[in-house]
Each structure stands twice: as structure tokens, then as C-alpha cells.
């Protein structure tokens, strides 16, 4: 339009023109258009009308609204919302207070509090909280906007699909294929939300991660674009059934997740980026290597090294090196008669023989302290334990930086490494793994952890959404993570996975509804029950599917005391002792094979090794490349053994002998030289060990105002302050019955609140000797009054915490969320802060 206007000749006419066109652009709206829908609305069954509710018939439609105008004996005497300005007085309508439901408006003014529903411990007591909350996402976000704003760096949400099949409500009507504004009210329904998640995320480094079917995937994608235009978007397909599903002209085999990525954000590689096939199991795990500490090969005997011979002292309950002993005297003879306690470990070859280990005591003990020593398993067969290091080359790789230490294990004090980013890749935008698969790692496992009755529709691969929030998160293992779509629970049990896997303590947030499907409904209202009944809400989906998967996965069984059954896959790798094969070719006189060509014949019936590995002399095979030797003539062992040395990839040994003798003795030596086999392959977790994590439930509730206002609501505010710190320790509560105190110091929390400004002093002394405070929280109306006090408060703690945030109550409070009207507003002006 632009060009075409300076097309026009006339000047005045080209300047009208251009006027009228600036004119309209501000008034109308392209890219993606969506009617924005009358408000949500969320209805609240337990919640006895009062003057100013809006209200609806419980049997009628949750739109037919009225508002309270006053309540007396048992009566509502309401009107038509906005009647009284229509000119005049207008005669109420009269209801009973049982047939009325009270609604909330989306837009209006809310005052939020957590109801504790229940909770699992079954990590350390100081550590931080996992949390569910129960209740519609949009008042859940904007609570959490009170907590958490510009805290959290991973948002992953898996929203309805919108695909036409009831999968959704929209003020409590399901919304399917036949309603032809569907697409628009999924986009106001979105939109919404996303407004408020955006604030949660850190503005530099957060992450919103949403999962997405073909039904709706470009509308989101332009959704996001609008609502998130500062950040970098990226578009993962995610194949979750390679059987496909038939759906339209093709089989449907993926669905999608687009990242939105804040400036400041990196990702550190991985080992897997989650499509390359290239890499078998073996080597998409490959790990730096860590060699047998016994010695094979020459010098091997304990008389070729006494300084070598030495114990190592082992606590086998940790699996834990605990000393590492001195020579003993050749004159002397180690006690081997308390073998079977597994406290010690010689060096005892597998003959039975004594040998000698690789280093010495006073290097073993410099490697042990660096972690660079650990335990291996118990070998049955020689009666002590199989002792591992990182060898010179290791070390070596470790000072070049090839090799990077990850963590150092605070029990054994043994290190994980892994090959730096340089040996490693990004993680790309296609992922194609069998773990991702739906039915498998989605449905399948839901049904293993909740056992007979336990249902939900669609549960995501565990795996899945552990690969999406660690692609993210693998380098904070602080990290805050929410979920506003919660479902079945699958990313609090994917991070509990990570957690234990990398030792992180990241936190994570579910928020769900307690909605009940379309079919129960049905048979609970044949039964005379309604919402809000406590049968009802307990077929709901927060308390029949999300609190029970996440309880029992926690704690490793199901309330009937049934241990969970099977594995969890953790994505890291681990060595694991294979023996080597050996194989005798005793069909053959090793004379007869005396060409060149009759060893190619031997070695063609090998797979995996090819004939143009056969050379003159000829006398036996040994490849850097291959996992296979052979020896043609065992008259040449000798030079054989020295070629395998330091040959540890290779696994499979074949010997041309008819004598058994001559190769149960080969075999013997190639083990002594190589040691067992180390596989690296995937770490598995037993899910009936459950997770060392913490979970506390509540319930979304609404406080009255004027209650806050006259700060008549701290017991209600309690968990909001406790969560509002990092949710650290244990809950706090005020017992029942109790007065408020002048100031509330709990013990092994991370906060304190002063109730009455008359006791400062007191509070003042009581908290400068705590030196884990987090948050301080000061009740006061008078804004000077608490610059002064909050001052004073961080001077006390200058030294012990000082990084102590002061918070005003309830004013912080009251300001968050009467402004909650204007989703957009400013966040400086929420004041209350200093």
C-alpha cells in the first residue's frame, strides 16, 4: 500500500491518502486474528454466596449469570450483572442459596491461598520442595506471578490439541469438531496463559517449551511470535509412534514442541543429539576409558614387583575405597581367609595365583584423592574386587581438556567424566529415539505405576519430556521448572529422573485441574452426585492420576505397599564387566594352514573381520578397528600377546588348536594381559527405588479482601511465604487453635516473618543469629516505616545473609493481585519491595 500511495501524482491527494491509511493500520489488526471470547469462567462449588458474588444455577448453563445482591435466610436476591445501570431500581430475583454455584470471571480480582492437601517426604528434610497445586492454571499463574516472577528458567506445558474430539472445555462446555469458533477460542484460551507465563520465565535465560499436534501447531507458532517476539523460536519434530497412526491421507507419526529460547540462553552439547543413527548403542554411550589397576601380560606375578603387592581397604556397603595399605614384605604371606567379608582387595590373578598391581601405593593414593580410582564389581570367581583408574592417558586427555571432570560423587568420592563439547553435539530439531514412543514409555509405564483402575488418556513419554527439559536445563541443576498443564504428572517424574541421574536438586511445579472426563461425569451424575462432592473430586484427574503417580514414584511403591516394578532408563552411561569370547578352532592342524590364502579361508568365516587383514608373516590377526583376532599358530603366542596389549576394544579371541590344554592356557594370559571386557551401556534405575525428593500438595482457595486488608489471613498466607522463599524445609504451620505470634521464626525454613511491629527489636536480635535466611517478611501499612525496618533488618544480616530479600506484608500481596485485572501491567509498580 505504501508503493501504491506514492504512485499517486497529486500531492494533497497522496497525503490524505497516506493519512487515512496510517489511520486504519492503527485500528486494525493483521497476522493472526482471533476474537478474544467472552471472559473464562471458573466455577466454585464449596464457596457459599455472598453479597457481590457472581453467581449461575448449579443444573444450568455456567453463562446464565447473576450477581448477589444481598443473602438472608437461606435466600440470594440477585440481578442481571450491570442491571442497575440501565436506569432505575430493578426487583431482584430470588433464589435458594443450594441451587446457586458462585463463579469467578476471569479479569476480576483475586486473592489466592493454599489449602495443604497432603505431601511425600522422601529426600532430606532441608532440602527443597517439589509442588502440585490443584486448580485452574489461569489463577494458579497468576499466584505463582506472585512467587516466582522472573524466577523460573524452564516452562514446558503440554496443552490440549484442540483436535475436534472433546478434549477440552471452555466455561464448561467441551469444545469439538462441530463449533466452528473452536480454533479461535483454543487462541483466546492461550493467549491468556501465555501472557502470564512469560513473566515467570528469567527475562535472559528462560525457556518455554511447548508440545504441540498438526491441529494447531502454525496458530501456536504465530501466537508465540506475537506474545514472545524477543525470543528465538525453534520447531522439534518428535516422532512418538513409528507405527503411525492413520489420520487423513498419510499415517501420522510425530507430533511437535517449539522452544522459545530468551537471548541470553546456551545449550550444552550431549552425547546423543537424539536423531543421529550412526552411533550404535556402544559408542552413542562411549565414555573415557577406565582401565584394570591389576596388571597382565610380562611382569604380572608378584614376585616380578613385591613394592606392587599391597591391600586396598574397601567399604562394601558404600562401595567405597576407604585406604589404600602398603607392600607386604615378600617374607609374608597375605591373609586371604577373610576374603568373603569383601573389606579387602589384593591383587590376585585369575589362576588364583598372587600378582601385582599397576601403580603404587603412594600414586594410587594421589589418583584416590583426586577421584580418579574407583570399585568395580566383585569378582566371584577370584574372590576379590575388580579395582579400576583413569590411566596416563586419561590423565593426560583431563589436563589437555579433551576429558572433562562433570561431578565428583560425595559419597565415593569418584569422579564422573565424560569427552568435552568438542566430542560431543548439539542437539538438533528432529528426534527420532524408541524411548520417545507414546504407547511404551507413555501409556504402558502409567498403567505399571498406578496399577488396576488407574487411567488417563495420552500420558507423554517419560523419556520425551526428560530429553525436552534436559536439553535445557542438563547444565542448572538448581533449576526452577513449572508445568501449568500438568496432567498425569510425567515432567515431575522426568525431573526427579534427571535429578537422580546428575545429582541436580532442581525443583519443579505442577499446576493441574481436578477435572473429571466426559464418561465419569456422566455415571457420577446418574448417581445424584455433582461437582464439589468429595466422590466426585475424587475420580478428578489431580487426585485419581497426578497425586498418585507422583507419591508412588517418589516413594518407589503404591499405597497397598506394592513395589513399582521395572526400570527407569537414566540416559548416562556406565561400564559394565563382560568376560571376552573365546573361541577354539580344533578342526584344523595350525600346520596345515601354511598359505596365505587357507588363513583368509579361516578368517572368512568370522563376521565382521576382513580378509585383507591377513599379512605376511601371517602368523595372527590383531586390528585397531576390529573387535575380532585370530591366531593362526600358537608356536607365535608370545609375539601374539604383545600385539594385544592395550588392545582392550577387542572382545572376541579366536585360536587355531586341536590341544585344549594350549588354549584354555592362551585364554588365560589374553585375560591376565586385558582384563575384563568394559561395555559402556545405559545406567538403569530400579523404579522401586523410588526418588530422594519432596512433594507438597495443596489445593487453590480464594481469601476474602478485607481479611487480608486487616491482616486477619496469615494463617492462609503461610504456605504462599514459604513458597514464595524457595519452598526450603519443612512446611511450616501455625498450630490450630494458636494466636498469631509477634514474629514467626521458624526453624529449619529459610524465612521469618514479623507479625507486630512492637516486637522489631526482639525479631531483630532473633534472626541476626541465623545464617540461612532467604526472605524476611515485615507486616506494615506504613511505607517509611518498613524502608527503615528493612534497612535495619539487612544491616543485622550483612554478614551472616547478605543477600536477604525484605518483603512488605500484606501490602506486597494486596498490590500483586488487585491489579491482576491488566495482565500486562507493569511489574515495578507491584511496590512492597525494597
Not at 481 to 507: P, Y
Not at 526 to 542: N, P, S, T, V
Not at 692 to 702: E, G, I, M, S, T
Request: net charge negative; glycine share 8%.
Amino acid at each position: 500500500m505504501h508503493d501504491l500511495i506514492e504512485q499517486i501524482e497529486d500531492k494533497r491527494e497522496r497525503e490524505r491518502f497516506r493519512q487515512v491509511w496510517e489511520e486504519s493500520i492503527r485500528e486494525k489488526k493483521f497476522g493472526l486474528v482471533f476474537e478474544p471470547h467472552l471472559p473464562e469462567l471458573l466455577p466454585l462449588p464449596k464457596v457459599k454466596p455472598r453479597r457481590g458474588d457472581l453467581v449461575c444455577m448449579r443444573e444450568g448453563s455456567l453463562k446464565n449469570l447473576w450477581r448477589v445482591r444481598r443473602v438472608a435466610n437461606g435466600i440470594a436476591f440477585c440481578v442481571k450483572p450491570g442491571a442497575d445501570g440501565q436506569g432505575g431500581p430493578v426487583d431482584p430475583v430470588q433464589f435458594s442459596l443450594d441451587e446457586l454455584l458462585v463463579v469467578r470471571q476471569f479479569g476480576e480480582p483475586i486473592f489466592p491461598a493454599l489449602v495443604p492437601m497432603d505431601q511425600v517426604q522422601n529426600g532430606q528434610v532441608g532440602a527443597p520442595w517439589h509442588t502440585l497445586i490443584e486448580a485452574d492454571n489461569f489463577h494458579a499463574l497468576q499466584l505463582l506471578d506472585y512467587l516466582y516472577a522472573g524466577k523460573v528458567d524452564c516452562i514446558y506445558i503440554d496443552p490440549p490439541y484442540n483436535t475436534g474430539a472433546r478434549d477440552w472445555k471452555y466455561n464448561n462446555d467441551y469444545v469439538d469438531g462441530n463449533d466452528g469458533w473452536r480454533h479461535s477460542k483454543w487462541l483466546a484460551f492461550m493467549e491468556k496463559r501465555l501472557k502470564l507465563a512469560k513473566r515467570l520465565l528469567k527475562p535472559d535465560t528462560g525457556v518455554l517449551i511447548v508440545t504441540i499436534d498438526e491441529h494447531e501447531v502454525h496458530h501456536l507458532g504465530m501466537l508465540l511470535e506475537r506474545e514472545y517476539p524477543e525470543a528465538h523460536q525453534q520447531l522439534v519434530t518428535i516422532v512418538i509412534n513409528q507405527k503411525g497412526v492413520a489420520q487423513g491421507r498419510l499415517s501420522r507419526a510425530e507430533e511437535y514442541a517449539l522452544f522459545c529460547f530468551n537471548p541470553a540462553v546456551t545449550l550444552a552439547a550431549h552425547h546423543d543429539d537424539l536423531l543421529s543413527p550412526d552411533r550404535g548403542e556402544s559408542k552413542r554411550f562411549q565414555t573415557p576409558r577406565w582401565e584394570w589397576l591389576l596388571r597382565g601380560g610380562t611382569n604380572s606375578r608378584r614376585e616380578d614387583r613385591y613394592g606392587l603387592f599391597f591391600p586396598i581397604t574397601v567399604d562394601p556397603a558404600l562401595r567405597k575405597i576407604v585406604a589404600i595399605g602398603d607392600p607386604l614384605p615378600p617374607d609374608q604371606q597375605p591373609d586371604l581367609s577373610n576374603l568373603a567379608n569383601r573389606r579387602t582387595a589384593w591383587p590376585l590373578r585369575t589362576d588364583g595365583t598372587l600378582g601385582n598391581w599397576r601403580v603404587s601405593p603412594p600414586t594410587l593414593r594421589l589418583l584416590l584423592a583426586k577421584g580418579y580410582v574407583r570399585l568395580g564389581g566383585f569378582d566371584e570367581a577370584r574372590g576379590t574386587w575388580t579395582v579400576l583408574y583413569l590411566g596416563q592417558k586419561a590423565q593426560k586427555q583431563i589436563e589437555a581438556g579433551v576429558i572433562e571432570v562433570v561431578r565428583k560423587d560425595e559419597v565415593t568420592g569418584e569422579v564422573e567424566v565424560r569427552y568435552t563439547e568438542a566430542q560431543q553435539r548439539s542437539i538438533k530439531t528432529v528426534w527420532h529415539r524408541a524411548t520417545h514412543d507414546a504407547g511404551n514409555y507413555g501409556s504402558s509405564l502409567l498403567r505399571g505405576i498406578l496399577g488396576e483402575g488407574g487411567k488417563f488418556s495420552f500420558p507423554k513419554s517419560l523419556y520425551a519430556t526428560r530429553d525436552a527439559v534436559a536439553t535445557v536445563v542438563r547444565d542448572r541443576p538448581d533449576a526452577l521448572i513449572l508445568d501449568f498443564f500438568a496432567g498425569s504428572g510425567t515432567t515431575l517424574n522426568a525431573v526427579n529422573l534427571l535429578n537422580a541421574t546428575d545429582g541436580g536438586q532442581r525443583r519443579c511445579i505442577l499446576v493441574t485441574n481436578n477435572e473429571v472426563s466426559a464418561e465419569d461425569a456422566a455415571m457420577l451424575s446418574e448417581r445424584g452426585l455433582q461437582q464439589g462432592d468429595a466422590e466426585w473430586e475424587a475420580q478428578g484427574i489431580c487426585r485419581a492420576v497426578t497425586w498418585p503417580r507422583s507419591k508412588f514414584t517418589i516413594l518407589g511403591h503404591r499405597d497397598d505397599g506394592a513395589a513399582l516394578t521395572g526400570d527407569y532408563l537414566t540416559g548416562k552411561a556406565v561400564d559394565r564387566e563382560r568376560a571376552r569370547n573365546f573361541t577354539q578352532i580344533g578342526f584344523v592342524d595350525p600346520a596345515s594352514i601354511d598359505t596365505l590364502a587357507k588363513k583368509k579361508q579361516v578368517v572368512a568365516l568370522i563376521d565382521g573381520l576382513p580378509q585383507t587383514l591377513v599379512k605376511e608373516p601371517g602368523t595372527f590377526v590383531v586390528s585397531d578397528d576390529h573387535k575380532a583376532s585370530v591366531l593362526f599358530d600358537p608356536s607365535a603366542a608370545d609375539d601374539w600377546l604383545e600385539a594385544l596389549e592395550g588392545q582392550d576394544h577387542i572382545s572376541d579371541f579366536y585360536i587355531v588348536t586341536p590341544t585344549k590344554r594350549v588354549f584354555d592356557s592362551l585364554k588365560v594370559r589374553v585375560v591376565e594381559l586385558l582384563g575384563p571386557l568394559l561395555v559402556a551401556e545405559e545406567e538403569k534405575r530400579p523404579m522401586g527405588a523410588g526418588f530422594a525428593a519432596n512433594l507438597a500438595y495443596f489445593k487453590l482457595d480464594f481469601l476474602d479482601k478485607d481479611r487480608v486488608a486487616l491482616k486477619q489471613a496469615f494463617r492462609e498466607v503461610l504456605p504462599l511465604l514459604w513458597l514464595k522463599a524457595g519452598a526450603v524445609g519443612p512446611r511450616p504451620e501455625l498450630p490450630r487453635g494458636a494466636a498469631e505470634p509477634p514474629f514467626f521464626d521458624p526453624a529449619g525454613t529459610n524465612f521469618a516473618v514479623l507479625l507486630d511491629e512492637g516486637a522489631f527489636r526482639k525479631f531483630v536480635k532473633t534472626i541476626g543469629k541465623r545464617t540461612d535466611l532467604s526472605v524476611v517478611y515485615i507486616v506494615t501499612d506504613a511505607d517509611e516505616a518498613f524502608k527503615d525496618m528493612a534497612d535495619e533488618v539487612r544491616h543485622a544480616l550483612r554478614l551472616v545473609s547478605p543477600n536477604v530479600e525484605v518483603v512488605q506484608l500484606y501490602k506486597d500481596y494486596l498490590a500483586n493481585f488487585l491489579i491482576n485485572t491488566r495482565l500486562d501491567h507493569d511489574l515495578n509498580g507491584q511496590g512492597g519491595q525494597a
